[in-house]
């Protein structure tokens, strides 16, 4: 019986040896054969295996050391933080995106499903921005294209709600009657 597994020198050995030694002796070169030899690991040399892509080589390219801006770039791309990083910082420099006299008299109030909100201090400079759009989203998809803007809303102040309740009537509201 001859075993694929074993090298074939190991089985000619146990078959020369079999008929002439006790059945111990047998038994532990019939183990040898089929486990292996220690030591015929040693003759036989290591067996290489073969590197595994992306693997740390001596002098290999993942041996380089990075910089802290090259790992966390990396780490936010696969975690998927570039969306939300892009939009804080876009609310965080207003200021120079849309220039400082229109940030003086605006302010970006949030950004929720691709609208920018930016709350204006009167309706003039609402109207204005309003009439800047086009210019300021060029320089939103410029700057920070992984924040995902596609529209600004502009709002006036707020305005007092005469409107009571859910179940008021829509009307012409109120008017100067009052005395």
């Not at 073969?50 to 090259?70: C, E, M, Q, T, W």
């Not at 060029?138 to 007092?160: K, L």
Request: a neutral charge.
């Amino acid at each position: 019986m001859v075993d694929e597994n074993v090298p074939r020198e190991t089985t000619e050995a146990y078959d020369s040896v079999e008929a002439s030694t006790s059945e111990a002796a047998n038994v532990y070169l019939r183990f040898k054969s089929l486990f292996g030899d220690p030591n015929a690991w040693r003759s036989r040399g290591r067996k290489r295996i073969a590197p595994v892509a992306g693997s740390s080589v001596p002098f290999g390219i993942g041996r380089d050391p990075r910089g802290l801006g090259d790992t966390i770039n990396s780490l936010t791309l696969q975690l998927g933080w570039n969306s939300p990083l892009a939009q804080s910082e876009l609310l965080a420099t207003w200021a120079e995106l849309a220039g400082e006299e229109t940030a003086n008299h605006s302010t970006p109030v949030g950004i929720d499903e691709g609208v920018l909100t930016v709350r204006c201090e009167s309706t003039a400079w609402a109207t204005q921005l309003r009439l800047m759009r086009n210019v300021i989203m060029e320089h939103i998809a410029n700057r920070y294209p992984d924040a995902g803007i596609q529209s600004i809303r502009f709002q006036g102040p707020n305005a007092p709600s005469w409107k009571k309740g859910p179940r008021s009537i829509p009307g012409r509201g109120p008017r100067d009657t009052y005395g």
